[in-house]
């Protein structure tokens, strides 16, 4: 199965899925380089986030070019990004 994700900026580390996405699935998404994809680990609902690289612990997460927060732990590429795993900008994490 393929699903699609947005990607606003070329630095963003995660994008934004369109739709719900189960575990396994590829998640296709363009940058300036073309075509990319990623494998989901887990289930992921519309509208939540995937990361596209790892972002480590502590490490500032991107989406539209904007600091939405701070990785709370280490997340991998392909995983569910989203308030189990960063602390929101909003609430102190973007510092």
Known sequence: MKSVGIQISPEDNVVT???????????????????????????????HK?????IRDGETVL????????????ISRGEHVHVHNVESAVQGGGR
Do not use: C, H, W
Request: zero cysteines; proline letters at 6%; glycine letters at 8%.
């Open 17 to 47: 899925l369109v739709d719900d996405v189960p575990p396994g699935a590829t998640v296709q998404y363009m940058t300036a380089q073309g075509r990319q994809e990623v494998t989901t680990s887990n289930a992921i609902p519309f509208g």
């Open 63 to 74: 989406k539209y070019n904007e600091t939405i927060g701070r990785a709370s732990q280490a």
């Open 50 to 54: 995937i990361a596209v690289r790892d």
